[in-house]
């Protein structure tokens, strides 16, 4: 079965410049979160989605950042305009309805804003 | 709110053993605990849901003081594949899965 897709593994850009990130859950979970880690603050939590529905974007710094998920199979997170504070891994993560917390995490997108 | 984790670093000899904390300033309702190989997506070790609950993964073991709002993830006799960094997390609401500030294990050999 295949897990969690990302794309793009990795992305450099430029200050200003928007950026996409997108994941594909593993099919038949029900939620989704969207992940930033860093070496300074580790794993943050960004958002949150419980049947394609947003449940908590508190953690999303700024309103830069937003995140969408149009349907059970496809999230995207996007910011715009990026900065260079915003380099880091950004995981996508999956989980079944039973709530169990397993997660499983996508192999991440490594973003660099020069 | 996010779970605290110590020490940050440990370096081990293998076969040594090693411990690794994780506390936390609220109720922890549940507790589970990751690994991440360098360059990799954390994986899955175990979760614990209930208080004074243990659980064993391999050599790889944990505990659970829901009073003291505390979890330890034990490691014995480790090997070289156990290097990596090691995060707990922990559920804080509904569907709501925030995690720790990871602690950076190299085992050499």
Not at chain 2, 85 to 95: D, K, L, Q
Request: aromatic share 10%.
């Amino acid at each position: 079965d295949a897990g969690v897709i990302q794309s793009p593994r990795h992305e450099v850009t430029e200050m200003g410049q928007e950026v996409t990130l997108r994941c594909k859950p593993i099919s038949g979970h029900n939620s989704l979160f969207w992940y930033r880690q860093t070496m300074m603050r580790g794993l943050e939590l960004l958002i949150y989605f419980n049947n394609n529905v947003p449940i908590d974007d508190s953690g999303m710094p700024e309103d830069r950042f937003s995140a969408k998920m149009p349907n059970a199979s496809f999230s995207t997170l996007k910011i715009q305009p990026s900065e260079p504070r915003d380099s880091a891994v950004y995981f996508c993560a999956s989980m079944a309805q039973s709530n169990t917390g397993e997660l499983f995490f996508g192999e991440g997108s490594r973003l660099t804003v020069l | 709110q996010q779970p605290v984790q110590s020490p940050q670093a440990v370096i081990l000899r293998e076969g040594e053993d090693a411990v690794i904390n994780c506390s936390s300033s609220k109720a922890l309702y549940s507790v589970h605990w990751y690994r991440q190989k360098h360059g990799e997506a954390p994986v899955f070790l175990m979760i614990l849901l209930k208080g004074g609950e243990q659980k064993g993964h391999e050599k790889i073991s944990a505990s659970f003081n829901e009073k003291k709002q505390q979890s330890s993830l034990y490691l014995t006799a480790s090997q070289l594949s156990y290097s990596g960094t090691y995060f707990c997390g922990t559920r804080v609401e509904t569907y709501k899965y925030i995690f720790g500030t990871g602690t950076r294990l190299k085992v050499l050999a």
